[in-house]
């Protein structure tokens, strides 16, 4: 199986979908000779001796200098969750993975808080809140106030509450990392590596029609435009409500073809 296909299988099998090697396994995409059993050991040894948040927080941030990648942020590496635990930089959500995964082993429960704007750290059944970005400051809700605010440039008029504070599931985070990483290539005009980023967020759920077309359209950059074509066609009998868009969308890369 290719990266696409472990990645598919992992997150649409049964039972819990492990973060740490769902993380991984998207990390694969783009190092497909990732050695998955390596950073998942790495992971288990910066959980040696953890026994409380301060411990936690001390390893990872003060021991072994982690920190927020403030230069290079849209560095694809950074959302990587092999490349951040060998470099120690990462964007807050991959940052939030190291936290969460080296807490779970050490029994500190920690969760994902999927904030706009800013992706958060918080203590289970708490409204105890960490920032992984920044070193692992503890916030209270009105520091969060303030980073959604100016993370997001929201204004008084939009309404801050716990609606904004809610817990993230697995799938959840993995698609925020692959939202990212979509981002990134889309930016960087990384067609190929934008396609198997697009192709791992088919297997969760959630998937909206300009996802499924970004895919044709980054395979039609590749001068696959026949391949995009039918992607979208096959898509037609699966979803007829958006039979329009995807229609369109498909003619348009067969024309590429005349």
């Known amino acids: 199986m290719d990266a696409v296909e472990r990645f598919t299988a992992l997150v649409t099998g049964r039972g819990r979908i492990p973060l740490d090697a769902g993380a991984l396994a998207i990390a694969a995409g783009a190092d497909p000779e990732l050695d998955t059993e390596r950073w998942l050991a790495e992971l288990d040894r910066l959980a040696t001796g953890v026994d409380s948040l301060q411990t936690l927080t001390r390893r990872i941030f003060v021991d072994e200098g982690f920190a927020g990648a403030t230069e290079n942020y849209y560095d694809p590496r950074n959302s990587l969750l092999h490349e951040v635990l060998g470099r120690r930089r990462g964007i807050p959500i991959t940052l939030s993975v190291v936290c969460i995964e080296v807490g779970r082993r050490a029994r500190v ?91 791992m967020r088919l297997a969760l759920p959630g998937v909206g029609v300009p996802e499924l077309v970004e895919l044709a359209q980054a395979m039609g950059q590749q001068g696959r435009f026949l391949d995009g074509a039918r992607f979208l066609e096959d898509r037609l009998r699966e979803r007829p409500a958006d039979a329009e868009p995807l229609d369109l969308a498909a003619k348009t890369l067969r024309a590429n073809l005349n």
Not at 125 to 134: Q, S
Not at 140 to 156: H, N
Not at 189 to 195: P, T, V, Y
């Open 109 to 199: 429960g920690l969760e994902g808080v999927g904030m706009p704007g800013h992706f958060l750290v918080r203590t289970i059944g708490t409204e105890h809140y960490l920032d992984p970005f920044d070193g692992g400051r503890q916030l209270d809700l009105a520091d969060c106030e303030a980073l959604f605010r100016s993370s997001t440039g929201a204004g008084a008029n939009v309404a801050f509450g716990p609606h904004l504070l809610t817990t993230a599931p697995v799938p959840a985070i993995l698609t925020r990392i692959l939202q990212n990483l979509r981002a990134v290539y889309r930016g960087s005009r990384s067609f190929a590596e934008l396609e198997w980023v697009l192709r």
